[in-house]
């Protein structure tokens, strides 16, 4: 006896966008004309000292205020719902350095400033460096999920004279990056021939917010229907297992398509998975296969066998035929080109397969 095929797809559980959302995040074109706004002083594009990277770093460089600011204000509206989901977390990261330091007091200091903010502005929740002085560059981050009803992220730059009426606190490579984690880990979805059937299996290790999984087959991979709808276990930090029986498998390849909702009808997709199904000691055979219509059924089994013709979607074509052979001849020459289903029910099986009209 042959093992059972056993098909298992593994899957990645989040999904990073790394492009940054800062515009102008090295200050390599003056910010006040691209992508930042000011607030107080004459914020350039310096290079009093080597910058971090690139050819120049953020430079407050006017003398008429103690406290320089600059900012930028990120739209984020993009990932409102993952926002709102408790799914979108938004990595901060800034270099930061002064102009130079004496007797353990630096000459200027710089400090940024991140607000979470919603579509009228309120503030909903802050990372803030403080004010740093260093002659070196130094890294400042923040990793964050951003709060539900986030529209927008203002980065602050602000530079403060220590000691005297200049302001040169200096910044570079400043970036925000966003991630969203699914709502479900899931760790893999497979499959495999159980006599006449096909079990299909999913394992998750961790749930939120998880309404229900919804199973779709296909006979060609393109055109998915409607299989089954499995309730999730809506919050859940262990693994859970589910399963659904395919009772009605076609003869060659199945395909199989896992969704995943959550209570809010957000949707996600899994990847498709496929199985093939021989029949189990009774065989339904096409040929030629593709043809102009005119094609030859073999399906053997004992009795009698009804042969009838379905759409992609289950939808009845031809009605059914009682033969009394293995061997049946089949006339589609009058539907349409296209992808047909021919059903074969024998005493023991549902015998089915894929025939193409050119």
């Keep these: 006896m042959k093992a059972p095929l056993l098909i298992v797809f593994f899957f990645l559980v989040s999904f990073a966008q790394a492009q940054n959302l800062v515009v102008n995040p090295g200050s390599e074109v003056n910010p006040t004309i691209v992508g930042w706004t000011l607030v107080s002083c004459h914020w350039i594009n310096g290079a009093e000292r080597t910058p971090h990277g690139g050819s120049y770093h953020f430079y407050a460089g006017g003398a008429d205020a103690s406290t320089c600011e600059l900012y930028q204000d990120i739209n984020v509206s993009a990932f409102a719902t993952s926002i709102d989901g408790g799914f979108s977390t938004f990595n901060f ?34 990372y803030d460096t403080g004010l740093q002085g260093s002659t070196s560059w130094v890294q400042y ?3 964050r999920v951003a709060p539900a009803g986030t529209r927008t992220i203002r980065i602050r730059l602000l530079s403060d004279a220590t000691i005297n009426s200049d302001s040169d606190g200096y910044f570079d490579d400043i970036s925000l990056t966003h991630t969203t984690t699914l ?3 899931l760790i893999s979805f497979g499959s495999y021939v159980a006599g006449s059937t096909i079990v299909l299996n999913w394992q998750t290790a961790s749930e939120v917010s998880n309404d229900f999984f919804t199973l779709e087959k296909s006979f ?3 055109n998915w229907n409607l299989m089954a709808v499995k309730d999730g276990n809506m919050n859940s930090h262990q693994l859970s297992q589910y399963q659904y029986i395919d009772e009605q498998p076609i003869q060659g390849l199945n395909y199989y398509r896992l969704k995943q909702t959550d209570v809010d009808g957000t949707t996600t997709v899994f990847p498709s998975i496929v199985q093939h199904f021989s029949g189990k000691g009774e065989e339904l055979l096409i040929f030629p296969n593709p043809s102009d219509g005119l094609v030859t059924v073999h399906a053997t089994g004992a009795g009698q066998k009804t042969l009838r013709v379905l759409s992609t979607s ?4 031809l009605a059914g035929a009682v033969i009394e052979t293995n061997d049946y001849f089949l006339n589609l020459t009058e539907l349409p080109a296209g992808y047909y289903v021919v059903e074969v029910v024998t005493l023991q099986f549902v015998l089915r397969q894929i025939v193409v009209k050119q």
């Design 183 to 185: 709502p479900v880990t």
């Design 141 to 143: 981050s923040d990793a």
């Design 93 to 126: 990261s800034s270099w930061m350095r002064s102009y130079s330091g004496s007797f353990g007091i630096y000459n200027d200091r710089g400090r940024a400033v991140v607000e979470y903010r919603d579509a009228s502005s309120a503030v909903l929740s802050t």
């Design 314 to 317: 289950g939808q009845e074509i």
């Design 220 to 222: 060609d991979g393109m």
